[in-house]
């Protein structure tokens, strides 16, 4: 949740660690602080809290304040704890000043660690439980530890998944990183004479494409010349650096106003980054080369289960009836938070998909520890290569379409259906049900594809206009069937997120059987029908919201006639199978809630109480 940046190197820490704020403002944005600490023994804090603009302030105060020093720490809150204030703001201090802490994650046990440091005679002075992990660092350096010895020791009376990084003016030219659990990953960045920290990669872009990721139950002490790994008892762990394709230039903003924009903008390649190397358009054949099993392998699979949150719940919900329909597998969707307490059924038959663009995801990743531990096969499909998803499956489907920053997801889901699509008929094909026939054909509509993203983004002026009059209500029901009842679960997300309209993603076979008694004029109803074998069912539909005064929008496909004399509105996307279909439906969803949240005056690239990457359950 929360964004996490340190610095040690011999330029001035501050500028850099506001920049690495910057980055990182998608993972929480209601706080922004750094702690600077000098050779001459002190510490310098500077927070700020409220608003979205909490690092923009920041940065003024910094401009104005100029904190020397050439380490430091910086960290942009999302918070848990404590309600938004600057006393609740990061860095956090110890007792004496001398130690000041970073945190991301929770500690669950924060109370019963704070009424032993009470009882020892400290003063609290957040609601945090971040500064628990202070004081306990304070009290361990008092004690005479190291600072590296003073984390790990800290760390081993924390529970709950949590990383932090510290900085003590005992050795100045220090900062000490740990993690623990799944609260976020910690990434080490080595530059030439300098070495960095940060809760995502994207903020060691500028500096470096050198990396290393820390593993949980890891502590790493970084000074401009060194870094050294350890476990949480001090014995020694080998750095291993990697050198990472990404760009710091993927994450710029470009001409769009907003990340939402550019990155709805990008589908088109995002979608053929997705395909690459994996569709042959001349052969007509698909491969996905990292969906490595063998034939008997994918024969002794007996049911397959899609895990996920949010957006990627809903990609997860369209790959599974994607192997439903093309693997003939019996398959279900679940929300990972649900799966993860409900003792499910699983074994080595089952094939469990969890589906995570961040790879950082709370609850997906205790899911799919459950799902490891219960012998099932584990695929993951995600963005973030390297996080901790892809460390936990035995097989990691990059989806390849380039980080994502606006904290609503687009770009993500399109990649992934199309990245879980290409599973679906590999799975089918190694169970021999996919015929020479049926891949061709899949073949030749996903190399449209790209055009077809492209056609339906062109499409925006209706949009808008129809986004400019959802502005006056409060409600909305978006309604699909099959393949496109995930669709209108992603519709209503989209809305809720970044428009705060209310709104609900139903099958439209629910409608007679209570959510009828909702339509009004009131509450506009957003219809996916496009011409499928489920389309005279929801021209049904439709009627019976028209019959009872509400006001429908329809989606369909080009070349249908008959749902413009029947909607007030109908939005045209191109066509394409049945089974690829969704991909452009989700399109106009996207367009449809970033302008109506723009004509609400909304931003949103930072919706409010979100955060991109959700770290904690
Ligand atoms: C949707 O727009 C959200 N950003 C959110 O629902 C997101 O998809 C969810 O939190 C899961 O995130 P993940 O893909 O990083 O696991």
Redesign the pocket.
Known sequence: MCGIFGYTGHEQAAPLLVGGLRLLEYRGYDSAGIAVTNGSGSISLTRRAGGTDSVARLSAAIDELSPHGSVGIAHTRWATHGKVAERNSHPHVGRSGNVAVVHNGIVENYLELKTGLTDSGITFSSETDSEVIAHLVAHEIEQGADLATAVGNAMKLVEGATAIVATSTAEPEKLVAARLGNAGGIVIGAAEHAYMVASDIIALLPHTNRICYLESGQVVTITPDSCQITRLNGSPVLAEFITSSRSADMAARGRYPHFMAKEIAEQPDSVTAAMRQRVDLATRKIDLPEFDLSPAEALSINRAVFI?????LHAGMNGASSVEALARIPTYSENASEFRYRNPVLDEHTLVVS???????AD?LAAMELARDSGSRLVTAVEAEGTQATRLANVTLPVRCGQEIG???TK?MTATMITLTLMAARLAALRGNLSEEDEAEIATALSSMPALVGTALEREDPIKKIAADLTNYHHLLYLGRGAQFPVAMEGA??MK?IAYIHAEGYAAGEMKHGVNALISEEMPTIAIAPRDAMFEKMVSNVNEVKSRGGRVIVVTTDGDDIMESIADDVLYVPQTIPILQPVLNVIPMQMLAYHTSIALGMDPDKPRN?A???TVE
């Open positions: 996920g949150m949010g957006t990627s589906v995570t663009q961040s790879g950082e995801t997906t904290v609503a997801a993500t997300l989209k997120e979100l991109k990457t959700v």
